[in-house]
T-cell receptor
Framework: AQTVTQSQPEMSVQEAETVTLSCTYD???????LFWYKQPPSRQMILVIR??????QNATENRFSVNFQKAAKSFSLKISDSQLGDAAMYFC??????????????FGTGTLLAVQP | GAGVSQTPSNKVTEKGKYVELRCDPI?????LYWYRQSLGQGPEFLIY????????DSGLPNDRFFAVRPEGSVSTLKIQRTERGDSAVYLC????????????FGQGTRLTVV
């Protein structure tokens, strides 16, 4: 079974600075998706960035980028030029590429990010 | 609707009571998922519908939990004989199809069993 581990329960960053959130995962599959989701106090999960495991190039979305190390099973999120609105809980998630009967996401336990003005 | 809608937003019930949680997915989305998020944890998968049928219900914790999606749109998660351990946020998500599509989440229902 696949597992996702986030070892940083809480992180803090100064506004305009850069922060990196860590995520490791375990799987025997060779093809899969990895995601970072943001969950503000409103509780709605918002997709931040997605990486397909078969793509070597790291995904980037504006101020958000990932460092995907497939051999090490590591998938970290870098937030550049942090803004107050980035403060939220961040979840790393895994999904198998060939879902078969299911397409479920497997989530880590989350990292609470605080942004200091 | 424009997004995934979940009602009620909050629900307080007494131990032993029956509750229903409703999810209205994005129009045209055939896939629908229920997740449960306990305090301080990430969401855990409960059940996945493709159309009207439950394609994967492996995450339902026991037979007190049941979900339906009779017309392939709105889904209802039903919990019988609620226990205090059922207290959590129940999230619903929908997506256009089975593979390679983004899942959109609702704002969840916070269930508190007292």
């Amino acid at each position: 079974a696949q597992t996702v581990t986030q070892s940083q329960p809480e992180m803090s960053v100064q506004e305009a600075e850069t922060v990196t959130l860590s995520c490791t995962y375990d799987t025997s599959e060779s093809d899969y998706y990895l995601f970072w989701y943001k969950q503000p106090p409103s509780r709605q999960m918002i997709l931040v960035i997605r990486q397909e495991a078969y793509k070597q190039q790291n995904a980037t979305e504006n101020r958000f980028s990932v460092n995907f190390q497939k051999a090490a099973k590591s998938f970290s999120l870098k937030i550049s030029d942090s803004q107050l609105g980035d403060a939220a809980m961040y979840f790393c998630a895994y999904r198998t590429l060939y879902g078969g009967a299911t397409n479920k996401l497997i989530f880590g336990t989350g990292t609470l990010l605080a942004v200091q003005p | 609707g424009a997004g995934v809608s979940q009602t009620p937003s909050n629900k307080v019930t007494e131990k032993g009571k029956y509750v229903e949680l409703r999810c209205d997915p994005i129009s045209g989305h055939t896939a629908l998922y229920w997740y449960r998020q306990s305090l301080g944890q990430g969401p855990e998968f409960l059940i996945y519908f493709q159309g009207t049928g439950a394609a994967d219900d492996s995450g339902l914790p026991n037979d007190r939990f049941f979900a339906v999606r009779p017309e392939g749109s709105v889904s209802t998660l039903k919990i019988q004989r609620t226990e205090r351990g059922d207290s959590a946020v129940y999230l619903c998500a929908s997506s256009k199809g089975r593979t390679n599509t983004e899942a959109f989440f609702g704002q969840g229902t916070r269930l508190t069993v007292v």
